[in-house]
């Protein structure tokens, strides 16, 4: 886990605000409470005072640094809702319906977000996914620099088992569906950047296909290889490769084997999947039977942090994706 470790000590230098809208789930609780006790975030739970100190009593935790934040009864709620109004009016919502909309836990955590009020917001231990990141688009924004909002994971090979040691991106797993040539550049684009800030790492990019360069022929494959065409042309100093098969993306010598003459000569940090169902069969592979940890979905192409977490994440998971969302938060 040493990668992540350094991603711990990046945090605890310079902690953020950061805002968890679901404070009746007990996971949330623990996780805000180690997340503070290990000094890498100010954490703002959004609740009623008296429910989420019950909350933490039958988790076991103290949570007496934290800030508890009622949605429902807080004074900057009609500052938020006029806020809300502005950012939705062109939508045809009225200043009723964003007064009605603004006390919803999630609604006023990513206005906090857009207003500076936090510096990032985790949710989806029990809102869904299409909850999370609709409401992070209308209220927090897509990023100037992305053409679209994707999803990825860290997947974190540290066990001595592991021959392939240290941090793997993983993208997209958990948002495009089935993303087209230009949306699969903007993915891996994207997922580069996060390499280099989050994991301070230089990216060398593999555009996953059941080919490894034109070994098979196939509309599958032509979409991979002008993906990859469009990465060059909008990022040409980008060390990626494509098509390429797994084995040859994190195994050079097989590489050698399959394709000599391509030049990428040190394994993929970043593994980018030609669609969500390969990608989510092969991060849940990788943690599930080869034991890898897997810290996300982390959502990438906002202009703040907001990330989503899987409904049957545990509260380590949470605290993870809050030590992301902090760093997130240092360079965007």
């Known amino acids: ?14 902690p ?50 934290i800030e508890i934040l009622d949605s429902a009864t807080s004074d900057r709620l009609p500052a938020y809702a006029d806020t809300l109004h502005t950012l939705r009016a062109h939508k045809g ?9 603004a006390p919803d ?5 990513n206005l906090m977000v857009h207003t500076g009020d936090a510096d990032g917001c985790v ?40 021959s392939l040691k240290g941090a793997l991106i993983f993208a997209d797993c958990g948002l495009i ?38 070994s098979a022929e196939h509309p599958f494959v032509d979409k991979v290889v002008e993906a990859t065409r469009l990465v060059l042309a909008a990022r040409p100093e ?16 097989i590489l050698a084997q399959k394709a000599p003459d391509l030049e990428f000569d040190e394994r993929a940090n970043i593994l980018i999947f030609p669609n969500i169902e390969s990608g989510n069969i ?3 592979l990788a943690e599930r039977i080869g034991q890898a940890d897997a810290i996300g979905p982390i959502l990438q192409g906002l202009k703040r942090p907001v990330n989503d977490l899987s409904r049957g994440c545990s509260a380590e998971d949470v605290f993870r994706v809050i030590a992301v969302t902090v760093v997130q938060s240092q360079v965007l």
């Open 282 to 284: 092969a991060y849940k």
């Open 93 to 101: 919502m009225t200043r009723e319906q964003a007064a009605a909309q």
């Open 177 to 214: 569906i089935e993303p087209d040539a230009g949306q699969l550049a903007q993915i891996a684009i994207a997922a580069a950047d996060s390499a280099r800030h989050l994991l301070k790492v230089e990216p060398h990019i593999a555009m996953l296909s059941f080919s490894t360069h034109g």
């Open 16 to 65: 953020r605000r950061i805002v968890l809208p679901e404070s009746a789930d007990p996971r949330i609780v623990e996780a805000a409470a180690k997340a503070v006790n290990e000094g890498i975030a100010q954490i703002v739970l959004l609740g009623n005072a008296d429910a989420v100190r019950s909350t933490a009593q039958d988790a076991g935790v103290s949570i007496d640094n």
């Open 123 to 162: 949710a989806g231990a029990q809102y869904t996914t299409a909850d999370v990141v609709r409401t992070a688009l209308r209220l927090v924004g897509q990023h100037e620099n992305y053409d679209l909002v994707s999803s990825f994971f860290i997947m974190m090979l540290c066990r001595p088992f592991h």
């Open 238 to 253: 980008l060390h990626i490769v494509g098509d390429i098969q797994l084995d040859a993306a994190i195994v050079p010598e």
């Open 1 to 14: 886990m040493k990668p992540f470790y350094k991603l711990l000590d990046r945090a605890r230098a310079d």
């Open 105 to 109: 836990p999630l609604w006023y955590a």
